[in-house]
């Protein structure tokens, strides 16, 4: 009877299937335009400020600076809450760690935010996105900086 028990007990470890480079572009394109409409809706105050024109400070414009605050905000407090943002839900992915534990802020933290300014501010960090699709576990150089992965969801 103890064999049957651990028969039914032990479930079959399910191999991680990684998400490639073509899922991940499109949840991607999906996440920028969740982002943009956002920004859209928040950003509608700021044309009936100063008639319109840009408000500067410094190198920065505030309607900029609140853009890309919204950006980092959207995938950092989405990937920690569910471990997947919007486009990533729509795709059927999600972010994990490569030790299967929770996802930390200083995982989210590297790879939500660090990386994906490196990918945004250098005009070749957008080419580094093409890692993924030569990587074995399909990591992106985000994905190194914070030690995660990006799976299929079963």
């Keep these: 009877m103890s064999e049957e028990l651990i028969e039914e007990t ?34 509608i105050p700021f044309r009936f400020i100063n008639d319109g024109a840009p408000i ?10 609140v853009g890309s605050i919204v950006f980092y905000l959207y995938f950092l407090f989405m990937t920690k809450g569910f471990g997947q943002t919007l486009g990533k839900m729509i795709f059927g992915l999600k972010v994990v760690r490569e030790d299967d534990h929770a996802l930390g802020w200083s995982d989210l933290l590297f790879r939500e935010v660090v990386g994906r300014f ?6 070749i960090g957008i080419f580094a996105y093409l890692v993924v699709a030569f ?20």
């Design 10 to 43: 032990s479930a079959p470890i399910k191999e991680k299937r990684y998400a490639g480079f073509w899922m991940r572009f499109w949840a991607y394109i999906a996440d920028l335009l969740i982002v943009a409409s956002i920004n859209g809706i928040l950003l």
């Design 56 to 65: 500067d400070l410094a190198f920065w414009t505030v309607t900029g600076i």
């Design 135 to 154: 990587t074995k576990e399909k990591q992106g150089i985000h994905d190194m900086i914070g030690n995660t992965r990006v799976v299929h969801v079963e």
């Design 118 to 123: 490196l990918h945004r501010v250098f005009f």
